[in-house]
């Protein structure tokens, strides 16, 4: 059982996700608990669903749940990240 879900919504962040996920992966790793993390991407044009996948390969906890255009909005993204998890506790960034 994963302990553990972080859902980040995220619209655009190709450039800089990368390394705030590489920072919640170290965080997560260091704890020896079991963890997962979702980034919701809302839409982005910017190929911010290829930006998670490329972390994604290196880390296993990482993966992307793509909504299709048009955004939706953070509460949207949101909704569908807790939706998509399967910790025991589950937050948000």
């Not at 190709?14 to 790793?29: I, K, S």
């Amino acid at each position: 059982m994963i302990r553990w879900s972080v859902v980040i919504p995220a619209s655009n962040e190709a450039h800089r996700l990368p390394p705030y996920l590489e920072e919640v992966v170290e965080f997560f790793d260091g704890r020896g608990d079991s963890y997962e993390v979702v980034v919701v991407d809302d839409g982005s044009s910017d190929g911010t669903a290829e930006a998670v996948r490329r972390v994604a390969a290196r880390a296993p906890a990482v993966r992307v749940l793509v909504l299709a255009p048009p955004n939706r909005g953070k509460g949207a993204a949101v909704r569908a990240g807790m939706l998509g998890v399967t910790g025991h506790f589950r937050l948000f960034a």
